[in-house]
Structures are given as C-alpha cells and as structure tokens.
C-alpha cells in the first residue's frame, strides 16, 4: 500500500506539530501503523504504533517511552489516515518520521515487522 507521510517542518521547542500518513490505495483499517524516526548518525527509532479492530470499532495504541505524554497516535479511517500529533517538542525530536503498515497486525515497535513505508518527512526542533 502506497503511503504518503507529511506535516513535517521547522518548529521552536515546546512547539506542536501533527504529522499525516495518508494511503491513495488501500484501505489502512486492515493494517497495523506506525510511526518511526531517524535521527543523522542515529538508527530508526520506533515512535508509535495503533492497531484497528473492526470487530469492536475500537482503536488500540502505545507510544515509546521518549515520547510518551507528548505524543499521541491516531487514525481516521473515513479518511484513511493516521496521525501524529506532537506537543512540548524538543531539539532530541529532530529526525525524520517515517510511517509504516504492517499487514500481520502484530501492534510491534520493530521496524522489520513492517511491510510498507512511506518515504518520511523532516521536523526540525530549533530555536
């Protein structure tokens, strides 16, 4: 499934951004998403990641410790989206983010597990 990743940019600390990983094709409610960054000189990190369960009609999610209470994972599936919203960034949030689906739905924080990317965006956290 094609993804698109965007949203990324050049934001002060403490600053907020929302980030968007849209699919043209493909229905992303019957994958597993997730989001992941790399910092320059650093290995892709995992960020968050939400499941979906048509059976329930409900969301589940968890985010990585580094980020946990700033950032938050969700997915509107009428527009076959996810997002990432991120409050209180700081200059260690500098990195490219990456969106993935993964089509075994194993809600993991390894980025092998994933199957498709999109081809990431820049946020940049600087004063």
């Not at 200059?91 to 490219?96: R, S």
């Amino acid at each position: 499934v094609p993804l698109q990743a965007s949203g990324g940019g050049l934001v002060q600390p403490g600053g907020s951004l929302r980030l968007s990983c849209a699919a043209s094709q493909g229905t992303l409610s019957n994958y597993d998403m997730g989001w992941f960054r790399q910092a320059p000189g650093k290995e892709r990190e995992f960020v968050a990641t939400i499941s979906w369960s048509g059976w329930s009609g409900r969301a589940t999610y968890y985010v990585a410790d580094s980020v946990k209470g700033r950032f938050t994972i969700f997915r509107d599936n009428g527009k076959n989206t996810v997002y990432l919203q991120m409050n209180s960034l700081k200059p260690e949030d500098t990195a490219v983010y990456y969106c993935a689906a993964d089509r075994t739905r194993s809600s993991s924080a390894d980025w092998y597990k994933y199957d498709y990317w999109g081809q990431g965006t820049l946020v940049t956290v600087s004063s």
